[in-house]
């Protein structure tokens, strides 16, 4: 598990316990207490949401340009064994064709 998230979590439980102690015994010690554990919870869940957002996506694969003819190749096989129809080898094929 991630530091951070821990950390939030423990503060969480902790915030808890003082927030249920100054709702049942308010005192100026336990509100101020109560106060500074939210402050600290909160701002370990922002800096565990900012970090977790900071994950990069995974890269996605792009076709290269000379890939062009080999996935020409590709449809003209499918259409001679006979997998394809006319209208989809055209629409592919203006498909591919379109990418360059």
Not at 41 to 50: G, H, I
């Amino acid at each position: 598990m991630n530091k951070y998230l821990l950390r939030a979590i423990l503060w969480t439980i902790i915030m808890a316990v003082f927030g249920g102690s100054a709702i049942i015994a308010p005192s100026p010690l336990s509100l101020l207490a109560f106060a500074g554990f939210t402050i600290v919870c909160t701002l370990n869940w922002v800096e565990f949401s900012k970090r977790k957002a900071k994950v990069p996506p995974p890269a996605q694969a792009s076709t290269p340009p000379d890939d062009i003819e080999t996935r020409l190749q590709r449809l003209d096989d499918l259409k001679e064994k006979d997998l394809l129809t006319d209208a989809e080898y055209q629409a592919k094929r203006e498909e591919i064709l379109g990418e360059v």
